[in-house]
Structure formats: structure tokens, C-alpha cells
């Protein structure tokens, strides 16, 4: 644990008598041991996805060894939204939702194919990557990813936790999208990323 | 006649119980007798009629298929009670015309029966709606429409359901229909970004309508400003 660091530099014996003691730290150290450890996921479960994030979340891979056995399903009490799952059009402004519905801080997981890039649906209805819609910090990779995937995530995300420092006032603001469009990035880049590649750049397009 | 009672025929008459029937032909296997009824009832109107499969496949002229439909559902020697889907096809042969499916069954006799009426392209694809025989052919009529364009008459309520009201791009299923949508991905992000997903409700969902003095203040005066779900 971060806190058992060794007694004869940092843990100082104020009063051996009366057998008290004190800790010192960096605060950044302690405020983000204490988020990494206990960080509330909202599930955003709209596939396959899901079912691997529940058994991810059951006993057998047993989330609460990382803090998270607790799901917020309010988003205003959640850490961390872990997208599990395509996320079609109709859903895209319901995830933007709860995610501008969720305090800081706030982190995001976008599990799987489908959530990261669009997947196989390279099509009419599925939004290519939720990062078109939210900020996203971690990508799980997998069709759909295995426990121990979404855990190493997990744990990437515990580490990028862990990195943030206090000082760097930039991290937590919120990103406020273009009221126009309500899009955060520019259509160019979106465009960009919606490219079709691998073999759906072999499918035509109909004329019209 | 009890509404639930089964009427015991062919293997099930000499007390055996259903069995799923193997090695079925492709084709020649025979016909479902609603077929052969519905031919001696209205003729010319069956234009033909194919097993495939062992499922028999009736093609009725467009005119006539609510007609047909309903004959069907009343008749005490049929009593297809129970209407499992309304889709559409559309072939990739320019000429051939786009088919609207019933699928119905019959629960007392224990048969399965496809309909299918053909609507010429280049004329206005309607058809009339069953929504009076069956009451489960609202949605399914409502998804025909959204995915296909096809316009069920005497429907009370047809509107988009898979996707949303303001949709712009077209019917997706058809095969004039780009496989990626017809506009580019920014764009359409941002038409559905406008979507407001709190407006549940708009004026067009009719028992809302027929609701609107009770509903909440706040509803009312956001309903009567035009909420809608999306731009």
C-alpha cells in the first residue's frame, strides 16, 4: 500500500511515550492514492460489452479488489463512465449527457471495438469512437475484450490517476463543446476519424 | 369455440404430440390448406402461391390484402389470430418490386402463413394498414415505415421508431441507401446531438395529447413552445 513507506525517513516518532504518531506527504501522493483506490464506475453497458464488464465486476475477476465493486448508476455520484458497447446515434446525446451530468473529477473507459472506433458497424447508425462525443482516457482494445483486458485498463487508468498532480490546473476543466454544433472537436477531424479502413474501405457506396 | 383452445389436427388428432419435422424438401413440400381456401374464396386476387421450405408463401394483389388479411383472421376455419411481423423486401433488380410481408399464425390450427403483396417502384408505396385486425401491427408498421418508406394507410400514428423523428437521411434499408448514411459522420453527429433527450414526449404521441391538462406545468408550457426530440 502507498502509505507503508519506510518509518525512518518519512513517519517521524512525535511522542514515542504516548504512542502517537504522524505521517508526512505530498498531498497530490495522498489525494490520488486515495481516488485510484476507490474510483465509482457508471456502467454504460449497451452490448456484448456489458456482459464481459459483469463478469469483470462478479467474483471471479472480483472489481472490488480495485475499489470499484461500488457502480454508480447516477451518474452525479460516479468517478470513471465505462462505455461497454456500440453507442449508436440515437444514444449519442444521452452519453454526452451523463457525462456532462457527472462531477469532476471524472475519467472515461471506452471498452471495445465498437466503443473506441465504431467496430464492424461501419454503417448508417453507430457513432465512429465515443471520443467524437466525450473526452476518453482509456481505450480497451478486444471484440469483446476479456476481464483481465478491462482490468489492465483498469489499472492504466489507476496509474494515470496516480501521475496527476494538483498543480496542473488544466486536467479538470470541463470541456465545453461548440454551441452550434455541440461538437468538441472540429467536423474535419470527426470526418477524419469516421474514414472507413481495413477491408470497409473495399465496400462501395451507392450513387446517391 | 374457446379464444384459446387448439384445434387438434393432423399428428396431433391421433393424441401424439408435435414433433419438429425433419428432412423437408426445398421445395414441393405440401402446401399449408389455407393456401388452396384462400384461392377457392378469391381467385384472381392470389396471384400465386409457393412452398419453400415447407412455409407457404401466398403473393395477393395489393388491393386486396387487407381484405384477404382479414378474411383470414375471421374465418372459423382459419382464425390466423396471431400476426408475428409486417417487414418488407426489396430486391437489387431495379425491376422487381419492393414486397410487403405478413407473417401470420395461427395458433388454434397450428399453421404458419407468409403473405406477401408487391408494390411497383415508381408508384407511391402504400399499402393499407392492419392496425384494425391486429393491434400488434402499430410498431411493427411503424418500423416498416422507418426502415422502408412504405406508407400503411389508415395507420393512427405512423412515425420513425428505430430512429429518431427528425431523421433526414432517408429510409435505411432501402438499397438506394448508402450503407454509411448519406451525410458525412460530423454531420451527422451533430443532427443527433441536437436531439434533446429529455423531450420524451411531443404532441404527435396521442394519449399525451389527450393528457395535456394534466400534465406538469413545466411540460405544458414546453410542449406548447413545439419541444420536439430533436432539430
Known sequence: MGLSVPSDHQ???????AQEGWVATRLDFLVNWARANSLWPMPFGTACCAIEFMATAASDFDLARFGM??????????????????????????????????????????????????????????????????????YVPGCPPRPEGLIYGIRMLQEKVKNERAADKGTRDEMEPDPSSQLYIPPSVIDELGEPFGNSVNQTRSGL | MSRFEVVSTGD???????????????????????????????????????????ETVVYVQRASAHAIIQWLHDDPAQRYNFLSDVTAVEYRDPGVPIEVVWHLRSLPFRRFLRVKAELEKGQPLEIDSVYDIYRSADWLERECYDMFGIRFRGHPDLRRILMWEQYKEGYPLRKDFPLRGRFSRSEQLRQALAQNPEARYSMEELSIADAYAELPEDMRERLSKGERTGE
Open chain 1, 11 to 17: 513517519v517521524v516518532s512525535y511522542a514515542p511515550e
Open chain 1, 69 to 138: 465493486e461500488r457502480m454508480s448508476f447516477s451518474p452525479r455520484q460516479a468517478d470513471v463512465l465505462i462505455c461497454a458497447g456500440r453507442v449508436p446515434f440515437k444514444l449519442a446525446p444521452i452519453i454526452r449527457r451523463i457525462w456532462q451530468q457527472m462531477p469532476q473529477p471524472k475519467w472515461a473507459i471506452s471498452m471495445g471495438a465498437c466503443a473506441s472506433t465504431g467496430g464492424m458497424f461501419d454503417n448508417y447508425a453507430v457513432v465512429q469512437g465515443i471520443d467524437t462525443i466525450i473526452p476518453v482516457d482509456v
Open chain 2, 12 to 54: 396431433s388428432a391421433s393424441g401424439s404430440q408435435p414433433s419438429t419435422p425433419t428432412a423437408i424438401p426445398h421445395r414441393g413440400a405440401p402446401a399449408n390448406p389455407s393456401a388452396q381456401a384462400l384461392q377457392q374464396k378469391f381467385g384472381p386476387v392470389i396471384t400465386r402461391v409457393e412452398v419453400i421450405w415447407a
